[in-house]
C-alpha cells in the first residue's frame, strides 16, 4: 500500500542544487572543519579528564589544576582561531556551496551543512556514518516493472515507478525503546491544518513518501544522468521535548555566560509540541538517453548522498549531508541505510546519535574563547567543567 505525503507535506530538500554557485574558500573550510573536529576531540578530553564539580576541582593541588590547564588551552587553540577569524560564525558559509563528488560536477551542497564522505571518515560512529550504517548485500526481489501508466501529481514520473524507487531506496528507520507512552507514529487528514486521523505505536515505522524529479546533470565522463530526490516523512503525534535530566541551572548559567548567548537561542526547538513532521531524502540518479526522458527501470538506479533533518532550521541544527557518491559510481542498488531517530525528539541521524551535544559549534567557540581570559588554574577548570556539564546535557538521547 503506498504511503503518500498528504497536502501539509511538500517538503523539499533545498540543500543539492543542480545549478553553479559560488564555492567557499577552501582556507576558511579547513580551519572550520579543524575547528569541529577540535571540538569533538576537546569534548572527549575533558569528560575523561577534568573533573566536572567545583568540588572535584578544589580538591585538585595546585600543580595537577596548572598542568590541566595548559593541556586545555592547547587543545583549544584551533577552536579560537577559528572564532577569531569568523571561520564559526552562524553565517560564514551562508550562500557558499561544495562540490558533493568529482563525479558529478555541477551538483553542489549547501557548505553550511556536515558533509560526511564514507572513504574518508573511518572513524567511530559519532566521527562518521559507514559502520553498520549500510547494508551493501540488501536487495529487492527483481521483477516486472509497475508501470501505471498513470501520472497523479503531473510531475513526468509515472505513478507506478514512483512507487517502486521510493520502496527500493526507502531507509530503514530504527527508534528507542525509551519513547513515552502513547507517542508514536500518526496518519492524517488530508486537508489543512494537519489534523491527525489515528495515532499508532512507535514500531514499526510508518513513513510517508514523495518522489521529485530534479532535472538532468553531465558527468565528469559526459555521461548524462537524471537526477531524482525522494523524501521520506516520519509524522509521529508529538515531540516530548529534550531530555536533559537535572542539575543543569549552575552549569547553565555560567556556559551562556561565558559564551554570551541567551539560553533561548542555544534551546531554540527542544521544548515539547504536537505534531511532529521528521524527514530524510535519498538523492539517487541513473544514465539518461536524452534531457527528459528517465529511466522507468528501477534497477538502474544509484543512491549518490542522502539528508537527514535534525532540528532542521533551529539554532542547534544537527542535519546533514552523507555522500557516498564517490565511492565507485555511487552505492550498488539498493542501498538500506539505517536511519536512528532520537529519543522524544525524533530528529534523524546514520548512526546512533546518543551523547551528540546539540550546543552549536561557534556557541561552544564562543565560551571556550572566554574561558582563555580566566588566569586562576581552579575558576579556569570550573569554566570548563560547566562548558562540559552543558553540552551532555544539551545533547541527543537514544
Known sequence: MRSVYTTFAVLLFCAISLSSQP??????????????????????????????????????????????????????QPIVSAQNDGSLDANFLKGQTVLLSEKFPNLRIDARRRIYRP?????????????KAIDFN???????????????????????FEDDLAQAFRFDYRVSNNESGGTGFATFYNFVPQTIEQTFSAVPTRPHYAVKPLGFTTASNGQLFGIIEVHYLSSWNRDDG???????????????????????YVLDGVASHTLDNERTVHLLAAPATAVGVYDTNVHNWRGIAAYTAAHEGTANDSS???????????????????????????????????????????????????????????????????????????????
Open 119 to 131: 572513504e574518508e571518515n573511518p572513524g567511530p560512529p559519532q566521527v562518521s556514518i559507514l559502520g
Open 242 to 264: 529534550l531530555v536533559t535530566g537535572s542539575g543543569c541551572t549552575a552549569a547553565y548559567s555560567i556556559f551562556f555566560g561565558l559564551a554570551g548567548y541567551a539560553a533561548s
Open 320 to 398: 546533514m549531508i552523507v555522500s557516498y557518491a564517490g565511492v565507485g559510481d555511487a552505492l550498488p542498488y539498493v542501498p538500506k541505510m539505517w536511519i536512528d531517530q532520537s529519543r522524544s525528539k525524533h530528529a534523524s541521524y546514520p548512526y546512533n546519535p546518543n551523547g551528540l551535544t546539540l550546543v552549536p559549534a561557534w556557541v561552544q567557540a564562543s565560551a571556550l574563547t572566554a574561558i582563555q581570559f580566566i588566569t586562576d588554574p581552579y575558576l579556569y577548570l570550573i569554566a570548563t567543567g560547566a562548558y562540559t556539564t552543558t553540552l551532555l546535557k544539551i545533547a541527543a538521547t537514544y
Open 138 to 160: 540488501a536487495t529487492i526481489p527483481l521483477g516486472v516493472q509497475s508501470l501505471s501508466g498513470t501520472d497523479f501529481d503531473a510531475d513526468g514520473l509515472d505513478d507506478g
Open 23 to 76: 564555492v567557499s574558500r577552501e582556507a576558511d573550510l579547513l580551519q572550520r572543519d579543524t575547528a569541529v573536529s577540535a571540538l569533538a576531540e576537546l569534548q572527549d578530553y575533558l569528560r575523561r579528564t577534568v573533573p566536572s564539580t567545583e568540588a572535584e576541582i578544589r580538591a585538585l593541588d595546585r600543580s595537577t589544576a596548572e598542568a590541566l590547564v595548559v593541556e586545555v588551552r592547547r587543545r583549544s
